[in-house]
């Protein structure tokens, strides 16, 4: 008897890099990754010292109060750098796991406006492609002309054989 096999289902994109990703989520994915990974240094360099103390130290020709005390700092010392080593160790694999989740949810690169040309029985309108299905094609027509920039873009939906003919891309309207 073989083991089940999990399929990822196919509108999860798995991303191999952080290149794919849209400019802000790429930083963020950076930092957060570069940050649990400087904190997960920092808690292995205060484990370290913890346990082993501070190198070239020593304590010569101590009496009973002086080893008393001495022990008492160390003591102080080695429960301060756990402190540390515990919370740089909670907030480097929570900032490395972050970066990483964040790459999965993040969306995908932005892709430039798909312009295209519509034929309808009557003229040609030209604009940025929205949505093309069986039932016909949605564009935003930008106003042409002299007054380009002070009218409002319009949504038209323009169904197959009434309205529109065929669909084609353009450079630029």
Known sequence: ?????RYLPEELEVRENV???????????????AAGLVLLLVAAFFAVSAAHGRPGEELKYAHAAKLLGWEEGERDRIASRIRV????????????????????VSPGPDEPARTVQVHTR??????????????GVTVKIKPAGPGEGKGAAT????????DAVSVAPADTC
């Open 1 to 5: 008897m073989t083991p089940a096999r």
């Open 19 to 33: 290149a794919e990703l849209p400019g802000g989520y790429r930083a963020a994915v950076v930092v957060l990754v």
């Open 85 to 104: 080593t515990r919370w740089a160790t909670v907030l480097g694999v929570a900032a490395t796991a972050s970066g990483i989740l964040l790459t999965w």
């Open 122 to 135: 009557g003229q040609t309108l030209c604009g940025e492609l929205l949505a093309v299905d069986g039932s």
């Open 155 to 162: 949504i038209r939906h323009l169904t197959w054989q009434h």
